[in-house]
């Protein structure tokens, strides 16, 4: 089975702090994602990343940033947290190729900015 | 620009009902894959179905049944029977088929099955 792991399921901080957000898979997945889901919103694409080292924007990058040094690990960094960044924080991951595109999903990250 | 319209906001049912949960989508490439995800009260989403445009058969496993028509570019999935355990928030998807394969969802549909 795929597994998507992040790194905390609940996270409280506070204004002007830096945020990471760890996500890692172990079916050596090439492109991962990450998102934020808020009620009525659906879920909305932040960045994706392709292949070790490759990052895309997505829908709405503004006050996020993410890194992908190694191909199983996929972090979303605010740089600078901010109340409206209160949010659950969806990572996934897909194959890519022929009969891949299925995103697979971690548990999500609830965080709370104060 | 691709967009995928859940209309249904809430839908409440009570057990054993049937229930149908709408997806309408738009996109101008001419293969994409759709699917309907599942996010119980846990928060992670799991996958449930993905068909490729080019398949329009429809799809049944168990009480879950999918109707995919190109001509009305919808995707509905249909849950026979309902259990308390189906409730939970129901996205539909619509992917790229080349990079990545981002994906565009639609809003959600909250489905409670009432005892």
């Known amino acids: 089975d795929v597994k998507v792991t992040q790194s905390s399921r609940y996270l409280v901080k506070r204004t002007g702090e830096k945020v990471f957000l760890e996500c890692v898979q172990d079916?050596?997945?090439?492109?991962m994602f990450w998102y934020r889901q808020d009620p009525g919103l659906g879920l909305r694409l932040i960045y994706f990343?392709?292949?070790?080292?490759?990052?895309e924007k997505g829908d709405i990058p503004e006050g996020y940033s993410v890194s992908r040094e190694k191909k199983e690990r996929f972090s979303l960094i605010l740089e600078s947290a901010s109340t409206n960044q209160t949010s659950m924080y969806l990572c996934?991951?897909?194959?890519?190729?022929?009969?891949?595109?299925?995103?697979?999903f971690g548990p999500g990250t609830r965080l709370l900015v104060l | 620009a691709q967009k995928v319209t859940q209309a249904q906001t809430e839908i409440s049912v009570v057990e054993k009902e049937d229930v149908t949960l709408d997806c309408v989508y738009e996109?101008?490439?001419?293969?994409?894959?759709l699917f309907w995800y599942k996010q119980p009260p846990s928060g992670e989403l799991v996958f449930l179905i993905r068909?490729?445009?080019?398949?329009?058969q429809n799809e049944i496993s168990g009480r879950y049944s999918w109707n995919f028509q190109k001509s009305t570019s919808s995707f509905n999935f249909t849950i026979t029977a309902s259990q308390v355990v189906d409730s939970a928030v129901y996205f539909c998807?619509?992917?790229?088929?080349?990079?990545?394969?981002?994906?565009?969802f639609g809003d959600g549909t909250t489905l409670t099955v009432k005892p």
């Open positions: 996109t101008r490439d001419t293969t994409y894959y």
């Open positions: 068909r490729n445009s080019f398949d329009e």
């Open positions: 998807a619509l992917s790229e088929t080349s990079g990545a394969g981002k994906s565009t």
């Open positions: 079916m050596d997945h090439e492109n």
């Open positions: 996934a991951s897909s194959r890519s190729g022929p009969g891949g595109v299925t995103q697979y």
């Open positions: 990343s392709y292949d070790v080292k490759m990052k």
